[in-house]
């Protein structure tokens, strides 16, 4: 519960989506400089949200409004 709120914490849905340009630019020059780690890691964050990302988001949502 948000003790401040008091408002109750139901649940939460995290994915990784693909990022805009400007993030992609601060990530590459920040976070993930190394060549081979980067294009690793910008070929699997473009690949998202997808299909099952997108159910996995239903699913949440569907288990939210069923507990509220």
Not at 1 to 29: D, R, V, W
Not at 47 to 59: F, M, S, T, V, Y
């Amino acid at each position: 519960m948000s003790q401040e709120k008091q408002i109750a914490f139901l649940g939460y849905f995290h994915c990784q989506g693909a990022p805009s340009p400007p993030i992609e630019t601060f990530i590459h020059n920040t976070i993930v400089t190394d060549k081979e780690e980067w294009e690793s890691y910008i070929r699997e964050v473009r690949e998202h949200p997808n299909k099952a990302d997108l159910q996995h988001a239903r699913e949440c949502a569907q288990r939210v409004l069923e507990a509220s």
